[in-house]
């Protein structure tokens, strides 16, 4: 007699989920760190566009691996539609969205404006030596749909599948733990501050029911985090027109 029973639709609401943010984060991580497409990029273009075109492009991957992706296989197999998985804006629920979203944001981007004091040679991301604010907005962009699917795929995908299976305070420590461990190759105090963060967005998406507080306040985070890197950087400057 077989040890392992075949998966229920219960299993599967908890086995999908896990197997579409695992897969989805690891082709996202790999083609980041990979040098293929950005020696491709590199050897089309000057340094300063090969830079910038070759993270806004692995950021759009990732918004697609992490939250394209998911998405379908999610409402195909399981039913789940986006709205279900926290891509919704309650009206029973938009004051405390609006609520937490500006309060939270306000502390994130402190923290983040704070932070970026101490230079850090891997942020911002595009490293270009010289920028336009075209560059920025694209930089801006590139931050916004990365974070919309790395969101996605964290507080929906993950919690509220494993919420219904594993109850509320399980699924938001699995999501806590794992969140943690995606921030590992960033350093201590990125995986550290990813605890408290992750725990509280968690908390934040299921007692509003929806994913914006979360996106919103992670993008917020990141615009301050690349900009004002970026004007602290000593080799990095805007463009002369």
Not at 29 to 53: I, N, Q, Y
Not at 57 to 81: D, E, H, Q, R, Y
Not at 146 to 151: D, F, I, K, Q, V
Not at 213 to 224: D, R
């Amino acid at each position: 007699m077989s040890l392992i029973p075949p998966l229920s639709h219960l299993d599967w609401i908890s086995v999908l989920p896990l197997t579409l943010s695992l897969t989805g984060f690891l082709a996202f991580w790999f083609v980041f760190h990979g040098e293929g497409l950005k020696a491709r990029f590199h050897r089309s273009m000057p340094h300063d566009p090969a830079c910038l075109w070759h993270i806004f492009s692995v950021k759009a991957w990732g918004f697609f691996t992490m939250g394209v992706i998911p998405a379908i296989v999610m409402w195909s197999v399981l039913g789940w539609n986006p709205a279900d998985l926290g891509l919704r804006w309650p009206s029973e629920h938009s004051t405390a969205i609006w609520k937490w979203t500006l309060g939270l944001g306000v502390v994130v981007v402190a923290v983040a404006w704070l932070g970026a004091r101490k230079f850090d040679p891997q942020y911002p991301q595009m490293q270009a030596k010289e920028w336009t604010m075209g560059m920025m907005m694209v930089n801006w962009l590139g931050w916004a749909l990365y974070l919309a699917g790395y969101e996605f795929m964290f507080r929906g995908v993950l919690l509220f599948p494993l919420t219904e299976t594993m109850g509320a305070w399980s699924a938001v420590a699995v999501n806590t733990v794992l969140y943690s461990a995606t921030h590992i190759p960033k350093g201590r105090d990125e995986a550290i501050g990813a605890i408290p963060l992750g725990f509280l967005l968690c908390w934040v998406t299921l007692q509003t029911t929806s994913l914006w507080p979360a996106i919103l306040v992670h993008i917020f985070m990141a615009w301050t985090n690349s900009t004002v890197r970026f004007m602290r950087h000593p080799e990095m400057k805007w463009k002369k027109q």
